[in-house]
């Protein structure tokens, strides 16, 4: 069982909100879209529910096509970023609510409801009115309505964005938990890309209405196919630098090369974008020896220390790039910096965005 | 399952259509018919082309009613909308008096409107009437069914009492939908009332206040009962306005054909003003999305 | 500018409170240093909203004082204030263009004309709205509409403090990024107070130099990023603070060392008899795995974060979180995990209990 998209479009007037599209997602398996707001992720969405026809393209589910389909006659389930229960009746029969409308049985209705509760940890909750609870269990509830109603495909659309922080972060953790015991399509929309890794499974990146790649999660992420993937899919934004290859060398700015081996070896000469996170870079203590790092002269613009980490955002003649270095450290804005970068972190792209060779770490994993 | 989009769904909207033919289309038709057909009764019709048309574009009588109803559209949108948004500025945003002036500004729309008419014409009386008495007392010379000022300050009066609650309660929706963080923003960057108005509330009330306008603009031009009631269109024709003189027309002196003809323009400078209305108003919104 | 004192503040939302259960705001004493820039940082319903209008004078006091310098302005109006404050929903006049919309604070207070062009540009620039100036702040989109909602809350030079209500909420990740060095340059270069309420651990320990916690109704620490995620104060902050947040066991003390389900873990410093109930805490970053030293756990999953690897562990039914290198190798033997002594915090009753020889900190 799987849903597929073959071509899908969508065109409203003249524009486009989804470019063709085709995605394979298979049954029992997390799927997150990733992209910023307008990219596409809920136009996206509407398409699989059958909310919205595509103006091309067809839409397979379980071997059926389903394009002009209804939502209604479909066996979809969503949850959207704003709480959404009936206010007037408890969350039991909130959680009830699309069994009785597939006239289950009292018995099989009540073991079904409290099973979901128990999951969803609203056991203790059933009797209230959803006005009554917490956001986090307000959209508990509306997880459980969709959960229990046992559909094959699951939509949720940023359910946690409107979330406090630490709520987000517990929830995070659950889902992945409730997903493996239910063998569901999910889908899962979030402009977050620490979600995504969090998340699991696989990651479709979306950006300007396109699904830029589709794929694992980890692998997405250490081995993007092009620089607006790794963009997408970078929090802080990846840092960019010009390159050229020569030869046996690959040319940074400054004066600074790297032997071009392993996954760079391969290049042909001529001008490159290297792109590298911000976790990998370091600051030179005075007096170590680079050991094959190249080194770049940065002032600093601004410190942010979160107590565990510090953002460094530092200007490189005119291009902004952020540093994540561990622990908390002391520079004051201003300073003269010099970073670190070990080659093997750094991608190539083309000047067409296109992933030319991938950072070597990323290719060993 | 192959299920594109099919057909049968317009079936569904059979039942409206025939609802709609018969309680529009054809009535409508049946004027038309009349409109260009000419009878000395027993169901005997002689075509008669455009005449009436012709006859009732030239016609004074039907110019003084349309000017009259003109001024009076024109006084009532130009009292009621700024009075009804003043009214909803000044009703309490939530708690029970907001909601017992909500209930106090739907009474006057509740009474149907020959009993709206009914009343004012008591109530402006000399002998027995409340206000045309105090009047009457205090020295003024008030009399609806002599002075042709006096019934038209009547009508508009009883029109405003009877209406601004509309506009009043439209407004109260739009300006309900404002977050307080507009007003806290507001104070904080010393905006004077007038900018609050202006910049916050006017702007959030645009909308209804389009709709308030085109309600009122409509029944206005089409008002019969109320004034019927009170003055019966006099003293002479002052308060004559087009659909008492339609009536007159049809009914009292039976000229079904002229009677006919204006309708049927009369109906159609509603929807032309109407439409102008609506597109000049809607396009004012985009022009500004645009931009 | 000012700075601004509470003084014996408290705040119920219920006209006769009965107990300390009825008050949003309990009791507190607190001096807001001029042009210092704080964030309040809690869970929603902590009380930071209700802290946040009564410095802006939309909401009474139920009891206590509010100073702006020596001026007590408890009973002053919003406008009489002469501060800022930008709101977690834009807030743009929207039939205005946007210059407008920036000049209307300097308008309204009759500045000289000349002084407003030239303040509206500079605003601009920083925002980097110049090339939309002229533009109808009404067909804008929503980042866009905060961006003037920030630049109005910064074009006025004199204000005592500028109030921010998790202004982030609606504002993409990657635009987050920006925004925040902005505001962060910004108050380098004018040195406004600054008051920034957020739930988003991460926007405020990036954004303040002090940070506030707060936990139902009481600041619970005040401090910099640094003290709130090396020496928490209440285990709220513990928790509240890092993702994920202090790994919390219930431990004996016996003077440097704690003795937790049968095992021993020696501490950085020696303690006191501690009573109450009595736990450590240890943050994920300085918990490592290993297959042959300290308390058994059984690994649960392990997350792959991007930067690095957030292990979930249990011990007897407690979780217990490890954060690892990226590329660290996690192999199905590593089975025991060790805490670095120095940086464990012990609690008693939840409040941090100083290591013995040392000042007390627990309140």
Known sequence: MALELIGVSKEVGARTHIAPTSLVLEKGTMNVLLGPTLSGKTSLMRLMAGLDVPTAGRIIWDGKDVTGMRVQDRKVAMVYQQFINYPSISVYDNIASPLRLQRKSKAEIDSAVRATAEMMKLTPLLQRKPLELSGGQQQRCALARALVKGAGLVLLDEPLANLDYKLREELRTEIPKIFEASGAIFVYAT????????????????WEGRVTQFGPTPLVYRQPKDA??????????????????????????????????????????????????????????????AGGALEFRCTLAVTEITGSETFVHLDHGGDRWVGLLPGVQDYVAGDELTIRLDPAFVYVFGEDGALVASAPYAAAA | MDKPVNNKAWFLVLPVLVLVAFSAVIPLMTVVNYSVQDTFGNNVFFWAGLEWFEQALSSSRLHDALLRQILFSVIILAIQVPLGIFVALNMPKRGFWASLCLVLMALPLLIPWNVVGTIWQIFGRVDIGLLGYTLDKLGINYNYTANAIDAWVTVIVMDVWHWTSLVALLCYAGLQSIPDAYYQAAKIDQASRWKVFRYIELPKMQGVLLIAILLRFMDSFMIYTEPFVVTGGGPGNATTFLSIDLVKMAIGQFDLGPAAAFSIMYFLVIMLISWVFYTVMTNLDKREEMQ | MAKITLSNLAHSYVPQPKGPQDFALKEMDHVWEDGASYALLGS??????????????????????????????????????????????????DTMTVRDNLAFPLRNRGM??????????????????????????????????????????????????????????????????????QLKSLHREFNHTM??????????????EKVVVMYDGRVVQIGTAQELFETPAHTFVGYFIGSPGMNLLDARIEGNVAHIEGSVVPLGAGYGPVSGRTQIG???????????????????????????????????????NIIADEGAEIGADMTRVTFRPERISVYADDWRVAPAGQLGEAA
């Not at chain 3, 943050?283 to 979930?312: C, M, Q, T």
Request: proline share 6%.
């Open chain 1, 191 to 206: 402009t977050e890309p620490e979600e995504a890794l969090l998340l699991g499974g696989n990651t479709a990146t979306l």
């Open chain 1, 228 to 289: 607006t993937t790794a963009r997408v899919f970078s929090d802080p934004p990846m840092n960019f630098l010009p390159v050229t290859k020569a030869g046996a060398r690959l040319l940074f700015g400054e004066g600074q090369n790297a032997p071009a081996g392993g996954t760079f070896a391969g290049i042909p000469d001529g001008r490159y974008l290297a792109g590298f996170r911000a976790n990998h870079i370091e600051i030179a203590r005075p007096g170590t020896p």
């Open chain 3, 44 to 93: 929603s319903g902590c009380g930071k909203t209700t802290l946040l209008n009564i410095i802006s004078g939309l909401l009474r006091p139920s009891q206590g004082r509010v100073l702006f310098g020596d001026r007590d302005v408890t009973d002053a109006p919003t406008a009489e204030r002469n501060i800022a404050q930008v709101f977690q929903f834009p807030v743009v006049y």
């Open chain 3, 112 to 181: 000289d004309a000349d002084y407003i062009r030239q303040r509206v540009q500079a605003i601009a620039q920083m925002i980097g709205m110049e090339a939309v100036l002229d533009r109808k702040a009404r067909g804008l989109t929503a980042d866009a509409k905060q961006k003037i909602s920030l630049g109005r809350g910064m074009v006025r030079q004199d204000v005592n403090a500028i109030l921010f209500d998790e202004p982030l909420t609606v504002i993409d990740p990657h635009m987050k990024w920006e925004l925040r060095t």
């Open chain 3, 195 to 208: 008051i920034y309420v957020t739930h988003d651990q991460t926007e405020a320990l990036t954004f303040a």
């Open chain 3, 282 to 320: 240890i943050r994920p970053e300085f918990v490592r795995l290993s297959a042959s030293e300290g308390l058994p756990v059984k690994l649960r999953r392990v997350e792959d974060v991007g930067r690095h690897k957030i292990v979930r562990a249990e011990f007897f039914g407690r979780e217990i």
